[in-house]
């Protein structure tokens, strides 16, 4: 708990009175309950239970929770009872970007509920200076151990990169995924969209520029990580099946 708490105060203290605002907007300082402790229901997430958890817990935590996703076998919520409960502060464990994709939704394939994690979502999931920013606040302000960057199969901002569309800002969006595309190698015959193996290739390489540009772009972050106070994974999320896999 110590850990945290000094992460906090140690990055207040260095960042300046703005952003004392801002995480006192968060809920930093606010005194913590817990609504549920049933092992069948949601647990709201607290100071304490934030401050307990290790990288490797944060991760596995999700990674249950994607398994009662896939197995069907949710946790009972009262998401009115967690929204009073967090009103005064929240203490996420976990901060995720992911893509805009209807089916894709970070806290619903997680199995998470209000207050659990940030979620991040843009189409094409890339991470760009803004996304960064977020990211920081997430971790290094609001505490949360995990970052994941997950990708899903069937990514419609991933085939219209691969197929170079021109659309309104859409085009600037797409224009982030593109060093992805670029990076693929071997699909020398169909590099479109008709291609579904290709198109996945530039999905998983989409994550893996992002997992990198977290780390060369965001050295407040870096040394989080580096420090082992922060986990950085990517993932894949699979629109037939449900099931997330883990790259990292
Ligand atoms: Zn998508």
């Known amino acids: 708990m110590r850990k945290i708490d000094d992460r906090r105060r140690n990055f207040l203290r260095s960042a300046g009175g703005s952003l004392i605002a801002i995480g006192a907007a968060s809920g930093l300082g606010l005194s913590s309950r817990q609504a549920f402790s049933d092992n069948h229901q949601r647990v709201t997430q607290t100071r304490e239970t934030q401050a307990a958890k290790t990288p490797a817990q944060a991760l596995q935590r999700l990674k249950d929770g994607n398994a009662r996703f896939v197995d069907g076998k949710l946790l009972k919520s009262n998401y009115r009872e967690q929204m009073k409960a967090t009103s005064g502060g929240q203490f996420p464990f976990a901060a995720i970007v992911g893509c805009i994709d209807s089916r894709a939704s970070n806290e619903l394939i997680f199995d998470q ?61 797409l224009s982030y995924i593109k060093p992805a595309v670029a990076d693929v190698t071997g699909f020398d015959e169909n590099r479109t969209s008709s291609n579904a193996q290709f198109v996945q290739a530039v999905a998983d390489k989409n994550v893996a520029l992002g997992i990198d540009r977290i780390r060369r772009r965001s050295p407040v972050l870096k040394a989080l990580i580096d420090e082992g106070r922060l986990g950085l994974a990517g993932a894949m999320y699979d629109v037939h099946s449900g099931r997330v896999t883990f790259m990292s």
């Open 113 to 173: 509920g209000i207050g659990d994690i940030f979620s991040t979502r843009v189409a094409g999931n890339f991470i760009d200076d803004e996304v960064l920013g977020g990211l920081e606040f997430a971790c290094a302000i609001s505490g949360a151990l995990q970052i994941v960057v997950i990708g899903h199969t069937e990514c419609g901002a991933i085939k219209g990169a691969c197929d170079d569309v021109v659309f309104g800002n859409l085009t600037q969006t």
